[in-house]
């Protein structure tokens, strides 16, 4: 089992392993749950991931699935230890949505990302100016409490620091639309540093960026999405969905399928990356 770092990724893969024990003993939560003299939801949500569970309870549970492999019990013990760790983004938890916040636990952890944007720029290659445009437009002031914008903006540069500046950085595939291009968020000034913030971006070998024309040709895809992808075969592939009103994770294999098929073939119908930065510098000179 590839060691796993972070709470989300570490609670992910416990539910998985304790649902496949609980499959492999024969048993019904109903019977778990009468057996353990825990309610029927707490095993529930410890099996959906959403919440933790102490290193004693995986103990008692994997003696009461007759797991005896004694390698078997220390790592998924060490996967509940893991799965409560304090992780940086804690502090902030009432500020976050539920799916946002499991985005930062996965892509904390991720070895490839790939994103398709049909408006607005990844995330975690947004300058502070552009972030802070995007921000403010969400959240108008009659609406936002104090310092939510500021608040938002920091967790967003402390995502990219987590992600971008770690030993060992994800690979980043990006497909822009081209109207993500030419959309003034923040106004001209704003939009001109993010594009040419883009092409140093994909001057690192691990970041590609390429740009789906206008004239590309039967494009039906509506939402944005990003699809994480991590080492261990373990941890299947998730997919963020994140449109003007809704943030959903996605980590049904079935459900996750269309994406992996679409996103190749937005790549086919963009420009090829050398094309793509180019336009992209071309239009951010045209803001000057």
């Given at each position: 089992m590839t060691t796993v770092q972070g709470p989300t990724v570490g609670r992910r893969r416990l539910r998985s392993a304790l649902r496949r024990a609980r499959?492999?003993?024969?048993?019904?939560?109903?019977?778990?749950?009468?057996?353990?003299?825990?309610?029927?939801?707490?095993?529930i949500r410890i099996e959906a991931g959403s919440v933790s569970?102490?290193?004693?309870?995986?103990?008692?549970?994997l003696h009461h699935y007759r797991m005896t492999?004694?390698?078997?019990?220390?790592e998924l013990v060490e996967l509940a230890r893991v799965s409560r760790?304090?992780?940086?983004?804690?502090?902030?938890?009432?500020?976050?949505?539920?799916?946002?916040?499991?985005?930062?636990?996965?892509?904390a952890?991720?070895?490839?990302l790939r994103f398709f944007q049909a408006a607005g720029i990844p995330g975690l290659l947004q300058t502070e100016s552009y972030a802070r445009a995007i921000f403010a437009a969400a959240a108008p002031p009659e609406q936002a409490g104090p310092g939510?914008?500021?608040?938002?903006v920091e967790i967003r540069?402390?995502?990219?620091?987590?992600?971008?500046?770690?030993?060992?950085?994800?690979?980043?595939?990006?497909?822009?639309?081209?109207?993500?291009?030419?959309?003034?968020?923040?106004g001209a000034a704003c939009l001109r540093e993010q594009l040419r913030h883009l092409v140093a971006m994909a001057s690192a070998t691990n970041v590609t960026i390429q740009v789906l024309p206008f004239t590309a040709t039967d494009y039906a895809v509506a939402a944005p999405f990003t699809i994480l992808e991590f080492a261990d075969r373990d941890d299947t592939d998730v997919v963020y969905v994140e449109a003007a009103m809704l943030q959903d994770v996605i980590d049904?294999?079935?459900?996750?399928?269309?994406?992996?098929?679409?996103?190749?073939r937005l790549q086919e119908k963009s420009l090829a990356p050398a094309q793509s930065l180019a336009l992209i510098a071309s239009i951010a000179g045209e803001l000057d």
């Open positions: 499959d492999a003993a024969g048993m019904t939560q109903e019977q778990v749950a009468a057996a353990m003299d825990w309610s029927l939801s707490k095993l569970i102490s290193t004693n309870d995986v103990k008692a549970l492999d004694p390698r078997q019990v220390a760790r304090r992780a940086w983004w804690a502090p902030y938890k009432d500020s976050l949505p539920a799916s946002y916040a499991a985005l930062i636990g996965l892509e952890e991720a070895v490839a939510d914008v500021d608040i938002a540069l402390r995502r990219q620091r987590e992600v971008l500046r770690r030993p060992d950085p994800p690979t980043i595939q990006v497909v822009l639309d081209e109207a993500t291009l030419h959309r003034q968020t923040g049904n294999p079935e459900a996750v399928k269309p994406y992996q098929v679409m996103f190749p």
